[in-house]
């Protein structure tokens, strides 16, 4: 139920920008239509967005019960849809990037019991109370950035009471944090230290005992799994979220992010909410994929963290006709970046993307990603009002002007959560008259 709060209009918005249209994921040329209102007003009241338009449309309805935020000519747009983070973890892998810059590879440094199972490690033996604390920390930076929503990950404790243990953590952050967490358990992760050599075994651990207490407990919303030739094979992975499928899960896949692994095609014929990563897809797979209405979620600062040029084809599944999404990859090893903005900005100059389709992946067809598309991802009349008042005139300008934060003020449910000083050269501008 939305909380009743004091009705607040914004006004002298220069870009209001909507992202206004057909109730699916945009594809195609449609990406690049943000429904832009100039010179727009929105009005908002109980946590929603109750009207909006040009000023001279609006202008009416502004009765004085309204507090009025005057925009000064600022760009407005719907919080940011993360669409695959791993917000929940202990420690840092620092020590590893250092590595990594010396020249050792993701690869070497895993298998010399480094990279995800050291986070692992340093999960299990972490409190619940502890892992809260620095999740609630990296929740405030996804609001700085202006990310209002993120599907948040399990994924780090690899055995029942550690995936619980996250999984609760995640539960606890959206009760507690303006921060909208939608979880996904991810057991199958990678293989814990004492599974080694016996993957089968462990799968039949996810499938069998973790996945349905999780249902049990409805801890998560969501089932992903790593499918990677030496993780989650094809059939290993089938496996897994086929149980997760029977017991009311939505699926989610790492698919073909460091080999043509095949794991495109499983997620069309699973009918996956999404494929994620996809550097290696090959042809068929972006088929497969728009014939089964699978949206591809794209993680390209993991790519730049790890030092590759191999970015997703995101072009090509722009003229294939998939609903693609942008997201960041947070994670302490492969993405340690809260930041759409980033995400936008990398999408815009190695993906050959428009900054129109950028921000259309990481809002509203992130929110169809997630099964929000109704609820957020736009600014329309009856939607959450979750906006950001960015300190810029022009939309472009937030991937162009790469590593600043230009969320201004944050809003969620009408509520701002977080602002900061204008910038002096947007003071004085007026309401219209």
Not at 264 to 281: F, I, S, W
Not at 366 to 392: P, Q, Y
């Amino acid at each position: 139920m939305e909380s009743e709060s004091h009705p607040i209009a914004i006004v002298n918005c220069g870009q209001l920008v909507t992202l206004a249209g057909p109730a699916r994921p945009r594809v195609g040329q449609q990406l690049r239509d943000l429904s832009i209102i100039d010179s727009g007003v929105m009005l908002v009241r109980n946590g929603r967005i109750e009207t909006l338009g040009r000023h001279q449309e609006v202008k009416g309805q502004l009765t004085p019960e309204y507090e009025v935020i005057d925009a000064e000519g600022r760009a407005i747009l719907p919080g940011f849809v993360d669409a695959h983070t791993h917000i929940v973890f202990a420690g840092t892998r620092a020590d590893e990037y250092e590595l990594r810059a010396t020249g050792a590879t993701y690869q070497q440094i895993a298998e010399a019991g480094g990279g995800i199972r050291s986070t692992v490690r340093k999960t299990r033996d972490a409190s619940e109370g502890a892992l809260f604390n620095a999740a609630e920390r990296y929740s405030n930076w996804f609001l700085r950035t202006g990310t209002t929503t993120i599907e948040a990950k399990s994924g780090y404790g690899l055995s029942l009471v550690d995936e619980i243990k996250i999984l609760r953590v995640i539960r606890r952050l959206n009760r507690t944090t303006p921060l909208e967490c939608v979880p996904t358990f991810f057991g199958a992760h990678e293989i814990p230290d004492e599974y080694r050599g016996r993957t089968r075994e462990y799968a039949e651990l996810v499938a069998r005992e973790m996945l349905p207490e999780v249902a049990e407990q409805e801890l998560a919303e969501y089932c992903d799994v790593f499918c990677e030739p030496g993780v989650f094979d094809v059939p290993t992975s089938r496996s897994i979220l086929t149980s997760a499928r029977k017991l009311s899960f939505g699926l989610r896949v790492h698919a073909d992010q460091l080999s043509q692994s095949g794991g495109a095609e499983m997620a069309a014929e699973l009918g996956a909410a999404t494929a994620d990563h996809l550097e290696h897809v090959a042809e068929r797979g972006i088929e497969a994929l728009q014939r089964a209405g699978v949206q591809p979620v794209l993680l390209p600062a993991s790519v730049y963290t790890l030092g590759s040029k191999r970015f997703a084809p995101a072009r090509r599944m722009i003229e294939a006709g998939l609903g693609i999404v942008l997201a960041t990859d947070f994670n302490p090893g492969s993405s340690p970046t809260p930041s759409i903005p980033f995400v936008l900005s990398l999408a815009c100059t190695q993906m050959g993307m428009t900054p129109a389709e950028a921000i259309t992946a990481a809002t509203i067809n992130a929110a169809w990603s997630l099964g929000r598309g109704t609820e957020i991802g736009s600014l329309e009349a009856g939607k959450r009002a979750n906006f950001v008042i960015h300190d810029c005139r022009d939309y472009r300008e937030i991937p162009y002007f790469a590593g600043i934060e230009s969320a201004m003020a944050v809003f969620v449910r009408g509520e701002p959560v977080t602002a900061k000083t204008p910038c002096p050269e947007n003071i004085g501008a007026r309401v219209p008259q």
